[in-house]
């Protein structure tokens, strides 16, 4: 068969597979498989099948991914979430849509406990929507901005998802846990502030809480303190190179069990819990490392036929601003995002588009920053926007429609970060930086 139709045939057996109903995994290793064959013959197909899952699972790097869900599992049955709210309605609950607000602060604070949009968009949720509805709030921006703020989960160091790129990409792993702490925090930012014009025009505007002294506010911030220490443990020991990210993440999981085993709450049916959490990790990383299999073998068919090669150097040769091809990347992420969950997306479409920006010489840790970015815009856009769902499920009054059009409004802030970060890379690659010197 002529090498030029074998990737068309193969991404059309993509979508047909999905549309079937075929995992994400399996549809790729299929239509990978398929496309080998076309290129070569079925014996070349197996031999590359024999060292494949092997080449692409068995790598260090990886080994951070189960410790930091593990981490945020134990950290979520130790009730860290709720601690943080309470702690946050204290600064911010007396602002215009300030519940919604505190539900950002306490995402990017249960963020840094786990590496998981999910995790931190079902955590949240379950303590900040049922305060928030108590209030009067709209249930489309309650829903909404809970949904918005799980996607803190994969950006706020430690990300599963930056560890994910690093692997995809040999980056790094440390320097790209370091690099997404400014951008979280600036996403942070936009969505609250974002927050405050939406709330002063709907019925939060008055739906407010008491406004707390600056004492009791100090004071009951002490409540927040596991944040703090499972962020210095992970964080600050990458960051002066005291552990390693592995290390940083087994010693992150071992704080956090000890903080459920301080927690007088979760004693009773204590050992459900930890049960509970392996589970939760297990099935996690299994999915992430089949995610894995499946795109290696359809990324070894591209490059097979020199996909990635072709690319980048037609980019290189088409004489446009770099700035300009690198945009238009990243919007490639936008209908992905619509289909795909951010796992799949990025083992689709890095290994064809990072050639082509190593080519250009652009940062990549920079990069990987706006394609994470570019990630959180899928949880949250319809028609497979999976934060959205996970919120439908807690808040089941608030009809799936409206949660996606309070969502709605933080695709816009999102697009507003992106701009930002794409225009003064020194955001994502300056801690980076520091950290090397």
């Not at 990210?245 to 004693?267: D, I, N, Q, Y």
Request: with cysteine.
């Amino acid at each position: 068969m002529d090498a030029s139709l074998a990737p068309y045939i193969a991404v059309a057996l993509i979508f047909v597979l999905m549309a079937l109903g075929t995992p994400v995994f399996a549809a790729l290793a299929l239509s990978g498989a398929a496309g080998i064959i076309m290129v070569e013959d079925l014996s070349f197909l197996l031999t590359r099948l024999k060292s494949i899952s092997y080449s692409t699972t068995a790598v260090y790097t990886l080994t951070i991914i189960p410790l930091f869900i593990l981490m945020g599992s134990l950290a979520q049955h130790a009730e860290v979430g709720k601690k943080l709210f309470d702690v946050a309605s204290r600064w911010v609950g007396h602002l215009p849509g300030g519940l919604a607000m505190a539900a950002i602060l306490t995402s990017a604070g249960f963020a840094a406990t786990s590496g998981s949009s999910v995790a931190t968009a079902a955590t949240v949720g379950s303590v900040a929507i049922p305060e928030m509805k108590k209030a009067g709030y709209d249930g489309s921006l309650s829903a909404g901005a809970v949904a918005a703020g799980g996607v803190l989960g994969v950006l706020i160091p430690p990300s599963v998802l930056l560890i994910f790129y690093a692997a995809l990409t040999e980056t790094s792993a440390g320097k790209m846990l370091i690099a997404g702490f400014l951008p979280g925090l600036l996403t942070t930012i936009v969505f609250m502030i974002g927050i405050y014009f939406i709330a002063r025009r709907g019925k939060a505007r008055g739906a407010v809480s008491k406004r707390a002294t600056w004492g009791t506010a100090v004071r009951d911030t002490s409540k927040a303190w596991q944040v703090a220490v499972l962020f210095l443990v992970v964080m600050g020991g990458i960051y002066l190179g005291i552990v390693t990210p592995t290390e940083a993440g087994a010693l992150g999981a071992f704080a956090a069990f000890l903080m459920l085993l301080a927690h007088r709450a979760a004693w009773p049916g204590l050992m459900g819990r930890i049960v509970d959490s392996f589970r939760s990790t297990i099935d996690t990383t299994v999915m992430i490392l089949f995610t894995m299999i499946g795109a290696a073998v359809f990324s070894y068919f591209l490059t097979l036929i020199q996909v990635p090669n072709q690319l980048a150097q037609a980019v290189v040769q088409s004489e446009l601003p770099p700035y300009l091809i690198v945009a238009a990347l990243l919007l490639v992420f936008v209908p992905m995002g619509m289909f795909l969950d951010a796992f799949s997306m990025m083992v689709i479409a890095i290994p064809i588009m990072f050639p082509t920006v190593q080519s250009l010489g652009f940062d990549p840790i920079w990069f990987g920053i706006l394609t994470v970015k570019m990630c959180e815009i899928g949880l949250i856009t319809p028609p497979v926007g999976l934060n959205v769902y996970v919120i439908a499920g807690i808040d089941r009054q608030t009809p799936l429609p409206e949660i996606f059009k309070g969502a709605l409004w933080f695709v816009g802030m999102e697009f507003i970060t992106i701009t930002i970060l794409f225009a003064f890379p020194v955001i994502s690659i300056w801690l980076p930086e520091l950290m090397s010197s």
